[in-house]
């Protein structure tokens, strides 16, 4: 039967196909019909309007040629008496005469004018008055222009007839080309609307005439005579086609005069400036298209009529078929949708045959093709769960055996790892006699009740484990339950909570507003989460941050309310501290550069409202580099916290210590009244800083160097007071150390000029600006030059040679000072290098070494390539190191001087009895040379002390068999008094100033012969 059915199906599906095919074939072959018939309108559209075109052009063209030989012949036979007798009456009737005859020929024209040389109608024919025509743009064209030719006037009103005329004129001259007048014809343009009211295509079309040369509009039918004389625009299509050149085409465009869009030709005449323009509305040319379109509507629509009832009849027929398994499909489909929600599938195993049959939707339980799946009570136990497979055949077994349902739950294992839960229940069919017939049941799908049971299980468990303080109230926000963590964080129990508003829980410090702010929050949004204040039950504070979200019900009313919150006061200790070390210095304590710009800004604010003083100080502390590298950073830090410690002890709780970085502090003083004040406080500073320091065993001893700035005199904000204070401080430095100095403009401008000479410091060397003056050093004994010491000048490009005075202080400062010592030594063994090569031999050549280089720790390897790179004997290299750069590190020093001692380099130590060196080290240094300081050499003569150290230091030398050198030699009394102890070389201006290189090579010819 159900073959049957498929059967019957199939024919009714073919011949619905082949009625719907033959209903598209007449459908297509009707609409290729009409769109044949509208191609052929508008060609036949685009026809017609060439053909009428094509008629009123010739028509036209002809017309212009009869006026123009007309006008010729008139021209030619007017006597020029005619036009020049005073009296105008010469042969006037003959005139007229033979001007009417022409006038006949015309009945497109008003009349023939003869005009004279003054403007004034002589003669005419066609009637009207004798005018004044003078003004007219034609007959100035025709006068003005040389030549016969014609001139067409623009579209006028005439004068002497008083209708809408365009005037076609032609000069009339002597034989001498002298003008005399013109003669005319007026082309009555009414009779050319007549004309084109016959020729008009269709309804609406429109015939026009337009000038080729402007494009103004000539005459039109319908009339349009706002349009009379207006040119087309410069975009329109016919402005572009003319200029082009083309004489005639069709194109379609909505018209200037009355929007209307027709299909237009044009053509163009060859010999006047003209072109006629004749155009069809695509509302005639689809009023023809529509009329065979209706015809063939007719024809397909009773062709349709047809199909139509035969499609009828069809579909009843069919219908009828159909009720019947339409309503037998609807039961099943009833059953199937019913065992689809419940998810409940049905089957049923015959016993005798074995045969198992599924429903639809068990096939959809276990995901299987009903058409691709032969189903068995094999096939269903392989997808039964092996733990739950025993079980389940135990149950239908003795449900056969003692003629009872079962009712069971077990797991389905699918292909794909996934289970399902299913519940299944059945019962057996017996005959009389107990055999058990078949075996009838359900399996429904209970996955995702499973599922929603293990959730809320996971649900309950999470709230009862939850780390986090959990409470549910109602909607009139009376606690419902809560979970253990609450008790935990709060100290009331269960029992103590449940039915209590939370309130209870405030500490108070939350305002109203706040709460306010958050009900409404949760009742607009359904969620709020911020930070309150709660108590505990034992009465302690706490901050906590809290989320709260609703639970509402059908009718989008809040049901219950879920609250969980965690305490946060460690969170906010931990704030508190990250905003202290983000607003303080780490190893001080004292605010950082962030908070001290804060508190300046709000300091001056004030100032400046209340009219009061801020005093900036910045201080600097000297010589700790040297305490930092040598006893260490961490020494360093313990000694850079007792300051801090002694600056906040000297000043206010109101004033300000900060520390900037490095050894560099800030006090902000406020409420000052006078500068006395401040310089009472910076005294108090020095007095604390500068006292010594017991750390770690180590007795340190450090000093400031304050400089000073007061709003408003020194600085109207704290970035130029910070300026202004860092330059007195510079000043402090230069002073000595160890005082405090106030800033005024001398301070600025000479920091000004340092901050120059630190930029033009740095390009020099590029720049190739540094030169090397040696000044010679002398042998007491035999008067020859023993050597000379390499010093360095700089040429500025602007302030010209400087001294090392004014810019080694401030190289050292910015590290320039190790590039500037390497091309010294450079250039000075390389200038040794040219005095042996000129055979200046014996000469020692002096070079001073930084401390920078001594600690680089490579001066060794940079002696070594020198000494290489130009063949030096290195006995001539004579390396000077001062005092203190010496006991800077002492250990690393004995190393490196021990290096090139071995090297063969003469070591010397400069400015001796300037510092506070050990002699114990001293004893130990392997020097050749010590160098007497000239502010020692300089007393001699004026003090005994001066002596008495001269006489030290040289007794000094040579009883560590050491040479001594006498610096700043100036004068004949010192030399002897030098000579006198002793002393074996001396330098100084006696002898000579530092010299150029070309100059000291002459002067060591002339002492060295």
């Known amino acids: 039967m159900a ?25 297509v072959l009707l609409a290729y019909v009409l769109w044949s018939a509208y191609q052929t309108t508008w060609e036949e559209s685009r026809t017609l309007v060439r053909s009428q075109a094509g008629l009123v052009e010739s028509r036209l063209d002809a017309t212009l040629r009869r006026i123009e030989a007309s006008l010729g012949d008139l021209a030619a036979s007017i006597p020029e008496a005619a036009l020049t007798d005073v009296s105008g009456e010469v042969e006037k009737a003959a005139i007229e005469a033979r001007m009417a005859r022409h006038l006949r020929s015309f009945p497109e024209l008003a009349g023939f004018r003869v005009i004279d040389q003054n403007g004034h109608v002589r003669y005419l024919a066609g009637g009207g008055d004798y005018a004044q025509l003078d003004d007219r743009p034609y007959f100035i064209s025709a006068r003005d222009v040389a030549g016969d030719g014609l001139v067409f006037s623009e579209v006028v009103i005439s004068r002497i007839t008083g ?6 004129a032609r000069a009339v001259r002597d034989a001498q080309g002298r003008f005399l007048g013109i003669v005319s014809a007026a082309l009555e343009l009414a009779k050319f609307e007549a004309l084109f009211a016959e020729k008009r295509p269709g309804k609406t079309g429109a015939l026009a005439v337009r000038r080729s040369d402007n494009h103004a509009l000539v005459v039109r039918y319908p009339p349009a005579p706002a349009e009379i004389n207006r040119s087309l625009g410069p975009t329109h299509p016919l402005v572009a086609r003319i200029a082009a050149g083309e004489r005639e085409e069709t194109l379609s465009f909505a018209a200037q005069s009355d929007g209307v869009q027709r299909i237009y030709a044009f053509r163009k005449l060859e010999h006047y400036p003209f072109y006629v ?22 024809v397909g629509g009773a062709l349709f009529l047809c199909l139509g009832i035969v499609m009828y009849g069809l579909f009843r027929a069919q219908a009828q078929a159909h009720a019947a398994a339409t309503a037998l499909a609807q039961h099943r489909q009833q059953l199937r949708e019913a065992q689809r929600l419940a998810k409940v599938g049905s089957w049923e195993l015959d016993l005798q ?17 009903p058409a691709e799946t032969t189903t068995s009570y094999e096939l269903f136990l392989s997808y039964v769960h092996p733990e739950d497979r025993a079980l389940l055949e135990r149950s239908y077994r003795e449900s056969v055996a003692n003629r009872s349902s079962y009712d069971i739950e077990h797991r389905v294992l699918m292909p794909d790892g996934r289970v399902k839960y299913l519940r299944e229940c059945g019962e057996t069919f017996y005959r009389d006699d107990g055999t058990p017939l078949r075996s009838i049941g359900t399996a ?9 049971e293990a959730k809320m299980q996971l649900l309950g468990s999470a709230f009862q484990h939850s780390g986090e303080a959990i409470l549910i109230s109602d909607r009139d926000n009376n606690i419902v339950t809560v979970n253990p963590a609450f008790s935990q964080l709060t100290g009331y129990s269960a029992e103590e909570a449940i039915g209590r508003n939370p309130r209870f829980l405030s500490a108070g410090r939350t305002s109203g507003e706040e709460y306010a702010a958050m009900w409404a929050s949760i009742h607009e949004t359904g969620f709020w989460q911020g930070e309150i204040w709660d108590r505990r039950k034992d009465g302690g504070v706490y901050p906590k941050w809290m989320s709260v979200s609703v639970i509402r019900d059908d009718e989008g009313s809040i049901r219950y309310h879920i609250a969980h919150f965690t305490d946060v006061s460690s969170e906010r200790a931990a704030e508190a501290k990250l905003h202290h070390m983000a607003h303080h210095d780490v190893l001080t304590g004292l605010l950082n550069r962030f908070s001290l710009k804060g508190r300046l800004d709000q300091a001056l604010a004030a100032a400046r409202r209340d009219g009061g003083r801020v005093a900036v100080m910045f201080i600097d502390l000297d010589r700790f580099k040297l305490i930092n590298d040598t006893l260490g950073h961490h020494v360093g830090d313990l000694l850079l916290i007792e300051v801090a410690n002694r600056l906040r002890d000297a000043v206010r709780d109101s004033d300000v210590v900060a520390r900037l970085g490095g050894d ?23 007095k604390a800083v500068a006292e010594a320091y017991v750390i770690e065993g180590h007795d340190l001893y450090t000093t400031p160097s304050i400089g000073i700035a007061i709003f408003p005199t020194d600085g109207g904000d704290g970035d130029v007071l910070m300026k202004n204070a860092d330059a007195a401080m510079y000043h402090a430095k230069n002073a000595g150390r160890n005082n405090f100095q106030f800033f005024d403009e001398k301070m600025n401008s000479a920091a000004l000029e340092r901050l120059s000479i630190e930029h033009a410091l740095r390009q020099a060397l590029s720049r190739e600006e540094f030169r090397l003056h040696f000044q010679p050093v002398i042998d007491i004994a035999s008067g020859r030059v023993a050597g000379v010491e390499a010093l360095i000048r700089w040429q500025h490009p602007d302030k010209g040679l400087l001294a090392p005075g004014r810019f080694i202080g401030i190289a050292e400062e910015t590290g320039l000072i190790q590039p500037i010592g390497e091309w010294v030594f450079w250039a000075a063994c390389r200038q040794l290098a040219e005095f042996n090569a000129l055979g200046l031999t014996g000469i020692c050549m002096g070079i001073n070494i930084s401390a920078i280089q001594m600690r680089n720790g490579n001066l060794p390897i940079l002696a070594r390539g020198a000494i290489e790179a130009y063949g030096l004997n290195p006995g001539q290299l004579v390396f000077e190191i001062t005092e203190s750069v010496a006991m800077e590190q002492p250990a690393e020093t004995i190393r490196i001087l021990d290096i090139l001692h071995d090297m063969g380099i003469r070591l010397a130590i400069d400015d001796f009895g300037t510092g506070y060196s050990s002699l114990a080290y001293l004893r130990m240094f392997p020097i050749d040379h010590l160098k007497l300081d000239r502010s020692f050499v300089e007393e001699i003569g004026q003090t005994s002390d001066g002596s008495v150290i001269c006489d030290a230091t040289i007794g000094l030398a040579h009883n560590l068999q050491l040479k001594i050198v006498g610096e700043g030699v100036e004068t004949a009394e010192q030399l002897d008094y030098l000579k006198a102890q002793g002393c074996d070389l001396v330098q100084g201006y006696l002898f000579s100033r530092p010299l150029p290189a070309d100059a000291v090579i002459e002067f060591i010819r002339q002492r060295n012969p």
């Open 3 to 27: 073959a049957a059915r498929r059967t019957t199906a199939d024919n009714s599906r073919h011949l619905w196909l082949a009625l719907c095919a033959l209903a598209a074939g007449a459908f």
């Open 163 to 168: 209708h809408q005329v365009l005037v076609v």
């Open 277 to 298: 323009l004749a155009g069809l509305s695509e509302a005639d040319a689809l009023e023809v298209w529509r009329e065979r379109a209706w015809a063939v509507g007719m």
């Open 353 to 369: 045959s074995n045969v198992l049959t599924w429903s639809e939707e068990l096939f959809q339980i276990f995901e299987l093709d």
């Open 444 to 452: 429904q799908d209970v996955t995702s009740r499973r599922q929603m």
């Open 664 to 686: 560099e502090f800030v006090v902000m003083l406020t409420a000052i009244e006078n500068s006395s004040g401040v310089a009472l406080v910076a005294e108090k500073l020095v």
